[in-house]
């Protein structure tokens, strides 16, 4: 039933959203920011109060005088401030109620989502609570009926037992304490509404306080305008000595006092009881069976490189937000589709969107929304960010060929120089896009150092059948102009720690090796670094020369070749066997180390369990690229981070 009512539900507000989108838009929906309006009306509610504070006096006599001074007296601005404050107290009992009611609908309740559900339903009876105790100060008709209900209410509990309403049976028995009291309390409840408030949000990444700047001016005018149009005003001064028959009733903070004298108040406090006690056990009601591991699932995410975990039911905007990864959102509710990325592998929920947000053909292409998309495996997600590391944004450049030299019988390095003048900022690691007449586009790391910013070296491997690697061995000649976008990536040399680093490079890994060991040569950086170098056979060690002579001219590197299946005229007397293996060989104990993997795929698939089995922290390793192993399983953990470019 509850599932039946959660889909209706959804198509509901769908459909109602889909009608806003076309009024205002999908970046300037306001049902796609229901909490941060709330947020936003509460603070209008607590500055125009503070306002009315000060002209309102606590007495008996001078309550009601004081409001009416004010509303009167200066229409133009107490006026309007003591109806923005209703009317904008009225504004956060919906938005709120809205807002609850779409979490519940979309099933964002249960799970670890029920201390922001439980704390959300603490705030709304906090604000009818500040609600009724504020229609209690203007000590009007209203005043009256709501001060005699609530005595009358409160009266049926034991701890009460009936005293609260003779302090209202005679006017004489009410004095001057009973507004300090009021005024007391409404300030108090506003103040720790506002604490509570901190609290729900603070526990959702990234949450925001604060719609749109259109929203808020748009908003805050159309309160201004009706505070004008139609002003809140007292209803008469109270008067103990006459019974309430008629006044204009506020549906928005009072509901439950229409039925104080249809109902009982035993038959009203069960309805309040028992409705809170179902709000406070929904996320848990009814108990579902787990669809996943009781610590959820993991996410690889690209370009940023990084393995975060999700909870369950949370989405894969929401954890990666929780990790500070930079996912580009607005809506959190599948109405923009700016959080629009690709899923590389794995299963997900897609969860309910608007259709215009991502089609059908968008979708059977792995393209999914991450405010909507909860995992249903380990999963693989790239995203295009906003910026790059240090905000080093990527463009398009051209440069010409300066010279190209054969470095083996299979790998060329390109020397490409930038146009006069022009000169790339990058990170130690990043590599570029090269563009291709047809569209597409093929990846090679930096080679260089950032600090020569007008040159890119490159190192291509010519794979046997490549289009452009077949070009660049065949065709390609100095002065031809490549154009190429850049920097990108987010696999850099880290800074922030003093643990030694262990490069591992295969073939062509070398590249962004070389560009981080010399960036950190230049940098004067005192970390140990040991390189250990895998290829097949000799004549795959491409550049032997130049990490010998870091190893004579720089005390704080080591360079450890491996060849893999050496052949005999190669008369190989070094290292052999795997790379990783022969790291394990030397460091048992990988706990104090970084590890930066740059090579094939199978490579780092084999390595990384195996470093991880010995110590090395999932923190503490990076690759240049990232795929799922799902044969590859630790206790915790069912990803491998895989280096290398195609």
């Not at 209203?142 to 009358?152: H, I, M, Y």
């Not at 989405?315 to 589709?337: I, K, M, N």
């Not at 010279?403 to 022009?422: K, N, P």
């Amino acid at each position: 039933m509850i599932n039946f009512i959660h889909r209706f539900g959804q198509w509901f507000f769908l459909r109602v959203e889909g009608v806003f989108n076309l009024a205002f838009g999908e970046r300037l929906n306001p049902l796609y920011y229901l909490g941060a309006i709330s947020y936003w009306l509460m603070w209008v509610v607590v500055a125009s109060g503070l306002y009315l504070y000060i002209f309102f006096k606590t007495g008996v006599a001078e309550a009601h005088a004081s409001v009416e001074s004010l509303t009167h007296g200066q229409w133009y601005l107490g006026g309007v401030m003591r109806s923005l404050h209703r009317y904008a107290s009225d504004g956060v009992v919906l938005t709120m109620a809205l807002h609850l009611a779409r979490h519940w609908t979309f099933d964002r309740y249960r799970g670890f989502h029920w201390f922001s559900w439980i704390t959300g339903v603490v705030l709304l009876w906090m604000v009818y609570a500040a609600g009724i105790n504020g229609y209690m100060l203007p000590w009007d008709r209203v005043a009256q009926f709501v001060v005699v209900a609530t005595a009358e209410w409160f009266d049926v509990l034991p701890v009460f037992n009936g005293t609260l309403i003779r302090n209202f049976i005679f006017p004489e028995a009410v004095n001057d304490r009973l507004f300090s009291l009021l005024s007391f309390i409404h300030l108090g409840i506003p103040l720790a509404t506002l604490a509570v408030l901190w609290i729900h949000t603070h526990r959702v990444p990234h949450a925001r306080t604060t719609p749109p700047w259109p929203i808020v001016a748009t908003l805050t005018a159309s309160l201004v305008v009706l505070s004008l149009v139609k002003p809140a005003l007292s209803q008469g001064q109270a008067d103990l000595s006459r019974a309430i028959t008629t006044i204009e009733f506020d549906w928005f903070l009072l509901p439950v006092y229409a039925l104080l004298y249809r109902w009982t108040p035993l038959e009203v406090w069960a309805l309040v009881a028992g409705a809170t006690v179902v709000f406070a056990l929904a996320p848990w009601l009814p108990p579902r069976k787990r669809s996943g591991p009781r610590e959820g699932f993991h996410l690889l995410v690209r370009p940023d490189n990084r393995i975060l975990a999700a909870r369950e039911g949370e989405t894969l905007l929401d954890a990666g937000l929780r990790a500070e990864v930079p996912f580009p959102f607005e809506c959190r509710s599948g109405g923009c589709g700016k959080c629009k990325a690709m899923l590389a592998y794995g299963k997900v929920d897609f969860g309910m969107y608007q259709a215009a947000m991502l089609t059908d053909a968008e979708r059977a292409g792995g393209k999914l929304l991450l405010c909507c998309a909860t995992p249903l495996s380990d999963v693989e997600i790239e995203y295009q960010p906003l910026a790059a590391p240090g905000n080093i944004a990527p463009r398009v450049w051209s440069a010409g060929v300066e010279s190209l030299e054969r470095l083996s019988h299979d790998v060329m390095r390109v020397i490409l120089r930038l146009d006069a003048g022009a000169r790339i900022e990058f990170y130690a690691g990043q590599y570029i896009n090269v563009l291709l007449p047809d569209g597409e586009k093929r990846s090679f790391s930096f080679a260089t150092a950032p600090q020569v910013g007008d040159r890119i070296e490159l190192q291509i491997r010519r794979i046997e059948g490549g289009k452009y690697t077949t070009h660049v061995f065949e065709q390609m000649k100095a002065g031809d102009v490549v154009r190429f976008e850049g920097p990108l990536g987010s696999f850099f040399l880290r800074e922030d720690s003093e643990k030694p680093i262990i490069f591992v490079a295969g073939s062509t890994g070398f590249a962004p090796v070389k560009s981080m060991v010399e960036y950190a040569f230049a940098r004067g950086l005192k970390r140990e670094m040991i390189l250990y170098w895998g290829v097949r056979t000799l004549q795959d060690l491409y550049l032997p020369d130049l990490p010998r002579q870091w190893e004579r001219e720089h005390a704080s590197f080591r360079f450890v070749p491996v060849l893999s299946d050496p052949a005999p005229e190669d008369h190989w007397e070094g290292r052999t066997g795997l790379v990783h293996e022969a790291i394990l060989a030397d460091f048992p104990n990988l706990s104090t180390y970084q590890v930066y993997a740059c090579g094939s795929a199978g490579m780092v698939e084999a390595a990384y369990p195996a470093f991880q089995a010995h110590g090395l922290s999932q923190d503490d390793c990076f690759s240049d690229a990232f795929r799922l192993a799902p044969k590859i399983r630790t206790e915790s953990i069912e990803l491998a981070k895989l280096g290398g470019k195609t």
